[in-house]
């Protein structure tokens, strides 16, 4: 750059010298046939009687650039045992541009006559090229074979302004400064697009151009009788990214958080739920929209002295959570539900008014084209089966022998049928039949329900599978969550011994637990027992309500998103930071429950639980310590012990 600048200094002393301040010349050389010339370029060095070829991006050297492309063949340095040259074919290219207007370029090698001018002013003659133009193309006519490429150009002595900031995105009503490094050189701007001249907007600290919305800014210096180059500077207004939604549109399940972000630093989202294009006067984000319905969201980022975001959208379809061991049918898609595999099964015949009087739902067997065999199976073992009941209906007249089946099986391949078959012939059409079975006799079997026989169509509804026990086996940190669509009984669990808990209440970073010994049906609970052990959980059907419980129950796998919720691990709940799904049968916490939410929950413990202190959290503890069977600990880790008297928990 310093020799640059002397070199420029020179150029425009001589030309001083010479009389004239207007303009001084500059050459640069593109040298082909040395190995110091083309690495200069970038260009790999070819082998023996081999070519590298140019491509075409341009090669700059110095400002000035050179651009080729193909003839009859490519335009490439040529090795030819050990001498290098430029090789361009006939109909190639070579187009030059520089920081001022071309004047000459010269071509050097055995072979440079045979080029045309097909763009700048100017001719060309025995390898050379005169005239001006701010570009220069030249096309081959023959094989030339160059060793250099001398391109000469002139520039003003009065420096081309400069703006800053310089061009690109800039927020609204930004001021641009424009400046030159010729003392006492005036200048003139224009904003409309036109080339600006001494008759142009003056420029000084209180005439600045004002970017309030896309704008292109030319500018030229001027000193005396002489001007500078014409400077270009294109800006637009900053604009705020997009919103981006944590849930992708699709379906959901009921109560599923969806959060809104942008990458832009101080931007506001505003949004809209009812189908209408937000505005800056929509509510603000604050906190993750709940999606409890189906609904759209629409959102859109603003900043000041920003352009507002484009508007991004997302619709949401509610799936609600349902019980894992039953099947009411009332929704479009058999997909939530989980627990089951479905052969032959459709769903959804508006036709037909489903069992309870609802007219959407009602699931359809058998379609009438050849099928005449459709199962509906657990997806996994049932430990403890009471019972399952379901309606069966006939849809149409057809009065071929047909019926429906209750089978158990311990391998999912060998069934053994439960009960009567329930004959599907002799039923009247349009009518329900309930058909109810006891699965007491049997223990850890898939179940399924099965009709056949015949194609003609029929229909179920409201299918119900009860267990009389639940198993449940403690993680290794003695804890795990559990929660199911039935009611249980904690108190009468085997072994004894079982503990369970629900949440209260939420701190900054310690979940309360209070002693439950039942829970209804889709209650979240926290359960402490032996380490590895197996507990079965009496189920019953009429257990009492809990009271306020923070624990979410999953009972069917339930997506969540980064950050929304903690997860029960190694005996202490962790924030979820990576979207993820919490398994069915299982607790969790939402972090809104939580005004700052910790990355780690610890547990504590109210009066009801009879525990006196938690070492860890701030207590201190003297004396000895004891098992719960009485045995003294002389060095307790983690676990529930007795200490004067007292229960204490160490964390």
């Known amino acids: ?37 083309i690495a200069e370029l970038g260009i790999t060095k070819p082998s023996a009687s081999s070519g590298t070829d140019l491509g075409t991006d341009p090669y700059n050297k110095d400002c000035v650039s050179l651009t080729a492309t193909n003839g009859g063949t490519n335009t490439r340095v040529w090795n030819s045992s050990g001498t290098l040259d430029l090789r361009i074919y006939s109909n190639g290219t070579l187009t030059f541009t520089a920081p001022a207007n071309i004047t000459k370029i010269v071509l050097a090698g055995s072979t440079v006559g045979g ?3 097909t763009a700048g002013d100017g001719e060309f003659s025995s390898g050379t090229w005169t005239g001006d133009a701010a570009m220069v193309t030249l096309k081959a006519t023959a094989t030339e074979k160059i060793n250099t490429i001398t391109v000469t150009y002139t520039a003003a002595s009065v420096e081309m302004p400069t703006f800053s900031p310089g061009a690109g995105a800039v927020e609204k009503g930004t001021e641009v400064t424009i400046s030159t490094e010729t003392a006492g050189a005036n200048i003139y701007y224009t904003t409309d697009g036109t080339t600006p001249s001494s008759s142009s907007t003056a420029y000084d600290s209180e005439n600045k151009p004002t970017i309030n919305a896309a ?13 500078s180059l014409v400077a270009t500077a294109e800006y637009t207004i900053k604009k705020v990214a997009t919103p981006t939604f944590s849930v992708a549109a699709g379906t959901v399940f009921a109560g599923t958080p969806v959060e809104l972000a942008t990458t832009t630093d101080g931007a506001t989202i505003h949004y809209t739920t009812d189908g209408t294009d937000p505005t800056a006067s929509s ?19 603003v900043k000041a002295k920003w352009d507002d975001s484009d508007m991004a959208s997302a619709a949401y379809t509610v799936l609600p959570p349902v019980p894992g061991l039953s099947i009411d049918f009332e929704v479009s898609s058999l997909d939530q539900y989980t627990d089951w595999i479905f052969v ?20 359809i067997n058998g379609s009438g084209n050849g099928v005449n065999t459709c199962s509906i199976t657990t997806k996994n073992k049932i430990a403890y089966p009471g019972s399952i009941t379901f309606y069966v209906s006939k849809v149409s007249t057809n009065t071929s022998a047909s019926s429906w089946y209750v089978e158990v099986s311990e391998d999912g391949s060998v069934w053994t049928q439960v009960g009567d078959a329930q004959d599907a012939k002799s039923m009247s059409k349009g009518s329900w039949v309930e058909v109810s079975r006891s699965l007491t006799s049997y223990s850890d079997v898939y179940v399924r329900i099965r009709y056949g026989s015949s194609n003609a169509i029929r229909a179920v509804d409201d299918i119900v599978l009860t267990e009389v026990k639940v198993p449940v086996t403690i993680a290794s940190s003695g804890y795990s969550t559990i929660a199911k669509g039935c009611g249980l009984d904690f108190a009468n669990a085997t072994p004894a011994g079982l503990e369970a808990y629900i949440v209260p209440s939420i701190t900054a970073s310690t979940v309360s637990l209070s002693a439950i010994d039942e829970a209804p049906a889709s209650t979240g609970v926290i359960l402490k027992g032996t380490a590895g052990a197996t507990y079965t959980i009496p189920v019953k059907a009429d257990a009492a309500a809990v009271g306020t419980n923070k624990l979410q129950a999953a009972v069917a796998a339930t997506p969540i998103t980064a950050n929304a919720a903690y997860i029960l691990k190694s005996g202490e709940f962790h924030l979820v930071t990576a979207a993820s799904t919490v398994p069915a049968g299982k607790a969790y916490l939402l972090a809104s429950d939580i005004s700052s939410p910790a990355p780690v929950l ?20 003297n004396g000895e310590f004891y098992n719960l069977n009485g045995q003294r600990v002389a060095q307790p880790t983690k676990g529930l012990y007795i200490v004067n008297g007292k229960k204490v928990v160490i964390k």
């Open 215 to 227: 704008t292109t800014i030319k500018a030229i210096a001027i000193k005396g009788g002489d001007a």
């Open 1 to 37: 750059m310093k020799q640059k600048l002397l070199l420029k200094s020179m150029l425009l002393l001589f030309a001083l010298i010479a009389g004239s301040t207007s303009v001084w010349a500059t050459d640069v050389t593109f040298t082909f046939n040395t190995d110091a010339g």
């Open 602 to 621: 610890n547990f504590g413990f109210d009066d009801a639980t009879g525990i006196n202190a938690v070492i860890g959290e701030g207590f201190t503890v």
């Open 283 to 301: 509510p603000t984000y604050s906190s993750a929209i709940s999606i409890d319905a189906d609904m759209t969201i629409k959102a859109i980022a």
């Open 115 to 117: 080029f045309t001018v």
């Open 344 to 363: 032959n099964v459709g769903n959804t015949n508006t036709a037909i008014t489903a069992h309870g009087g609802t007219k959407y739902g009602a699931n």
